[in-house]
């Protein structure tokens, strides 16, 4: 079982990002956020323990992208937890090309998206002086637990079963960096009308 979502809108800022912050956030959002020693990270040549934040949490390398920042290195202290700062080991916002807005990255394994927005607005974006503005509609569905042979998505499989996915829906909006959240209760719908109801084909 897993749970998938996917996200309408996005994030408007007050003005363009200037490279720093964009590579950091293009950074954050292609590597694996694990727990980290900064003072390792300045031993090992990389740069002031300080720039790194709370357990490295600033830190990504631009030339381990295509491993998804993985590869082992000693700063690592735990390659299941991310910075104390940071709600999960996966990024799934990231910048848009023009720099103007903050966006889903179409990864739809996604979990505490709501925490991850307040993070970047209250840790990197709000110090930076950027002003984060929108309203995203998001739905998440949990996958079915009935026992399927053919090992594919809910709205994939054509097996006759009697399971049900449980699917939610909810916003995020930020206004002037004020990041909250509405949940709405969740629906038990049998999987064959997952495809209707959502919109998915």
């Not at 719908?189 to 109801?197: G, N």
Request: aromatic share 12%; with cysteine; hydrophobic share 30%.
């Amino acid at each position: 079982m897993g749970y998938m979502t996917w996200y309408r809108g996005k994030f408007t800022l007050n003005k363009p990002l200037e490279d720093e912050t964009y590579n950091l956030l293009v950074g954050l959002a292609k590597t694996r956020r694990m727990k980290r020693d900064p003072k390792k990270l300045e031993e090992m040549g990389l740069g002031n323990a300080e720039t790194f934040g709370v357990d490295g949490e600033f830190y990504y390398n631009p030339n381990d992208f295509e491993q998804f920042g993985q590869t082992w290195d000693d700063s690592i202290l735990d390659y299941n937890t991310p910075p104390g700062t940071q709600p999960w080991l996966w990024l799934k916002w990231i910048p848009t090309r023009d720099r103007i807005a903050i966006e889903w990255n179409g990864e739809r394994n996604s979990y505490h998206s709501e925490l991850w927005i307040k993070y970047l607005v209250e840790r990197i974006l709000k110090p930076r002086g950027y002003v984060l503005n929108g309203h995203v509609e998001a739905e998440g569905e949990w996958q079915c637990e009935c026992e399927c042979s053919c090992n594919l998505l809910p709205e994939d499989c054509q097996c006759e079963c009697s399971g049900e996915c449980v699917i939610d829906n909810w916003h995020i909006e930020v206004k002037n960096n004020l990041v909250s959240w509405t949940p709405s209760p969740r629906h038990c719908i049998p999987r064959h009308f997952i495809s209707s109801l959502s919109g998915k084909v």
